[in-house]
């Protein structure tokens, strides 16, 4: 049974940092796409940021420059580095990934990142 477990939410001030990381198991499979999305209270969720094998990544307009997402070269492992945080970034961040030979979409938990004087 394929998871996906995310680490590294909390709370900060504006101007902060955090990484989340998620990790996959139970799949020998390569991750064709690990992505980041996140669902603010009483909103959709989005897509915040993507990465490929190769190392190619997407970023949502509102975290241009202050996110980094990356990927752990030969493993199923992302990490998202979130720099210079922001009260609208708050919301639960969700990790996700499609496999290689398979066309499920794996969710993570959730994890609450809370920015906030």
């Known amino acids: 049974q394929v998871q996906l477990a995310e680490t590294g939410g909390g709370e900060v001030q504006p101007g902060g940092s955090l990484r989340l990381s998620c990790e996959a198991s139970?799949?020998?499979?390569?991750?064709?796409?690990m992505s980041w999305y996140r669902q603010a209270p009483g909103k959709q969720r989005e897509l915040v940021a993507s990465?490929?094998?190769?190392?190619?990544?997407e970023y949502a307009d509102s975290v241009k420059g202050r996110f980094i997402v990356s990927k752990v070269y030969g493993k199923n492992k992302s990490y998202l580095q979130m720099n210079n945080l922001k009260p609208e970034d708050t919301a639960v961040y969700y990790c996700?990934?499609?496999?290689?030979?398979?066309?499920?979409?794996?969710w993570g938990q959730g994890t609450q990142v809370t920015v906030t004087v």
């Open positions: 996700h990934a499609v496999f290689l030979g398979q066309d499920t979409n794996y």
């Open positions: 139970g799949t020998s499979n390569s991750a064709r796409t």
């Open positions: 990465v490929t094998p190769g190392s190619t990544s």
